[in-house]
C-alpha cells in the first residue's frame, strides 16, 4: 500500500500510513524532508485486546480441527489470565500439530511470547499468551483431568448469594 498523500505545501510536516505485514503492523511516519521510518505499531492492551486475541486463538483451533472446544472466561476468578481454552486432538500428534498451528498464528499476529510445555510429548499442551491459556489434551487425558469442570464450576461466594 502506497504512503497515503501527506498534503501540499509547508504546513504538511508529518503524515502516517499503515503498512501489514507479516506478523504486525507498522505506521511509516513521513517527515518532509527525510526518508520515511517504518515504526511497530503498539501492542493493544486491556479486556478488548484479550477479547480479540481469543477470536484468534478460537479460529486458529478450529482451523486445525481441534475438537470440543470449550473458552471459559476466567477474568475476575483468577490472576491467571482473562480466559481459558480447553480443546481435545485426536492422537499426540494431531495435540502437537494444533498447537504448532497455534504458536504460528501466534507469531504471525505478534502475539508470539507465548510460553509452551509439553509439545515434545503431545499428551497436554499448554499454551500462555498471558491473556489466554490454552490446553490442548487427548481425549483421555482430558477426561481424566477434567479441568473445564473445575474452572467452569460457580465460585462460593455466587452460590452463598
Known amino acids: 500500500m502506497p504512503p497515503?498523500?501527506?498534503g501540499s505545501g509547508k504546513e504538511s510536516q508529518t503524515c502516517c500510513s499503515v503498512l501489514p505485514r507479516k506478523g504486525r503492523t507498522l505506521t511509516t511516519v513521513h517527515t518532509?524532508?527525510?526518508a520515511p521510518v517504518a515504526v511497530p505499531k503498539r501492542p493493544e492492551r486491556g479486556?478488548?485486546?484479550?477479547?480479540?486475541?481469543?477470536?484468534?486463538?478460537?479460529?486458529?483451533?478450529?482451523?486445525?480441527?481441534a475438537e470440543d472446544i470449550v473458552s471459559i472466561d476466567i477474568a475476575?476468578?483468577?490472576?491467571?489470565?482473562?480466559?481459558?481454552?480447553?480443546?481435545?486432538?485426536?492422537s499426540n500428534r494431531h495435540v502437537s500439530a494444533i498447537s504448532e498451528h497455534l504458536i504460528s498464528d501466534l507469531k504471525d499476529e505478534g502475539l508470539g511470547s507465548a510460553r509452551v510445555e509439553g509439545l515434545e510429548?503431545?499428551?497436554w499442551v499448554l499454551i500462555d499468551t498471558g491473556d489466554i491459556i490454552v490446553h490442548v489434551f487427548r481425549p483421555e487425558i482430558r477426561?481424566?483431568?477434567?479441568i473445564e469442570k473445575m474452572w467452569s464450576a460457580p465460585d462460593i461466594e455466587?452460590?452463598?448469594h
Do not use: I
Open 4 to 6: 497515503s498523500d501527506c
Open 32 to 34: 518532509r524532508g527525510r
Open 47 to 65: 479486556a478488548d485486546a484479550a477479547a480479540r486475541a481469543l477470536e484468534l486463538v478460537l479460529a486458529s483451533l478450529e482451523d486445525s480441527k
Open 76 to 90: 475476575g476468578k483468577s490472576a491467571l489470565g482473562d480466559y481459558m481454552v480447553v480443546v481435545s486432538g485426536r
Open 121 to 123: 510429548t503431545g499428551d
Open 143 to 146: 477426561e481424566f483431568y477434567n
Open 158 to 160: 455466587d452460590r452463598l
